[in-house]
């Protein structure tokens, strides 16, 4: 999703055609689908992204792009490709409010999100509506995605354990309840797949590690929905996936299909995973966890020592993201870190220099740096 600026609404990509793949439409086997595609001047992706769900074999849904105050061609763009697709333009409030603004306009017994520069794989529904009724206790399922370059070639056929580190403390084979081939779920699994998995099961003291779910895999009931309610428009810029898939998890089971159901376009500058959103990106995941641990501290049944440790080390996260410019609270996330874990050299010593004036902070930090690159290279 790009970060959005304008507050107005004027009414690299690949070819539609990458998206279609042979395979029988399905109508009204199970209930409608609500995809919310939220978009912010990127008409021409977003039309592909429009198309991935037409083409789905799964043919029972209803498409919300949800305009959030573009400049460009949009409404243009995307008026009049289907019967199916609904265009709504709000002004400029960001990806959360947009999400919210689609979710409030879903109809659907099922909701489905894709950001407007990803694609979908045209079985991905039929997939997991069939993983969701294997699995009548999950109320959420996701999936896998292939990484795509702005020009459609696939860089990684795997992606989502290389872009979630949380996937280090996270085992599907031990932390699910039940694991099933994927086949017994979706009888018209690819070949290519039969021999990979699906899961189910509560993994909700394991979402405190870090985010698992990426956005434009998840397909949940809409009862569950209802239960979790909104993104949260308070946290800005990134983070508000994590909030919100986390959220899902305390409700209960959830479920997991691997394989890549979707192209994941990266290296675009306008993405939120860039470098310079990483400061949203730790102090949003600060607030998620602390939060989650004042609320429901008492489900987060992971050893003590490892809560206490992610804590350190989300706190230190922070506090070096934001070190060059804003010392106090870079003091105030290192001393937290070492409350929580007083053993982390790094931390104590950039505590020490965020004491120091700005300037004289900044000229030892180099130092120092310089110093531990050269005793490396001997």
């Avoid at 949800?66 to 960001?94: F, H, K, M, W």
């Avoid at 407007?116 to 109320?139: H, I, M, N, T, Y």
């Avoid at 890549?260 to 675009?268: N, T």
Wanted: glycine share 6%.
């Amino acid at each position: 999703m790009a970060v959005q600026r304008s507050a107005s609404c004027r009414h690299p990509s690949v070819s539609g055609e990458f998206f279609r793949e042979t395979g029988t439409l399905m109508k009204n086997s199970s209930g409608l689908v609500s995809v919310i595609i939220p978009t912010y001047n990127r008409s021409s992706d977003c039309k592909i992204a429009v198309e991935s769900v037409l083409s789905q074999t799964y043919g029972d849904v209803e498409v919300l792009v949800v305009d959030d105050g573009s400049v460009d061609d949009t409404r243009e763009v995307i008026s009049g490709l289907d019967e199916r697709v609904r265009y709504i333009c709000q002004p400029n409030a960001g990806v959360s409010a947009a999400r919210n603004t689609g979710l409030e306009a879903a109809s659907g017994e099922y909701i489905a999100f894709l950001d407007s520069d990803d694609a979908w794989l045209p079985w991905k529904l039929e997939a997991q509506l069939s993983v969701l009724r294997s699995f009548p206790e999950a109320g959420m399922v996701w999936t896998d995605m292939k990484a795509v370059d702005d020009k459609g070639a696939i860089l990684y056929e795997s992606y989502l354990k290389r872009m979630y580190s949380a996937y280090a403390y996270f085992d599907r084979e031990k932390h699910f309840r039940t694991t099933r081939p994927i086949p017994e779920a979706w009888a018209g699994c690819p070949a290519g797949f039969r021999e990979n998995m699906c899961y189910a099961g509560n993994i909700f003291p394991w979402m405190f590690m870090g985010n698992l779910v990426h956005t434009s895999t998840v397909l949940l009931r809409r009862e569950r929905q209802q239960k979790v309610g909104l993104f949260d428009t308070t946290l800005l810029t990134s983070g508000e996936d994590y909030d919100y898939h986390f959220r899902t998890c305390r409700y209960g089971e959830v479920a997991y299909l691997d394989a890549p159901s979707i192209l994941y376009r990266i290296g675009a500058s306008d993405q939120l995973t860039e470098k310079k959103y990483m400061v949203w990106i730790a102090r949003n995941n600060l607030k998620t966890i602390t939060r989650m641990l004042a609320a429901a501290g008492n489900e987060i049944t992971l050893p003590r020592k490892m809560v206490r440790e992610h804590l350190a080390s989300s706190y230190a996260w922070l506090g070096f993201e934001v070190f060059c410019k804003n010392q106090p609270e870079a003091r105030s996330c290192f001393l937290n870190s070492l409350r929580y874990a007083p053993f982390q050299p790094k931390v104590a010593v950039h505590l020490m220099l965020a004491l120091l004036p700005s300037r004289a902070a900044m000229s030892l930090r180099s130092v120092i740096g310089e110093l531990v690159a050269g005793g490396k290279k001997r």
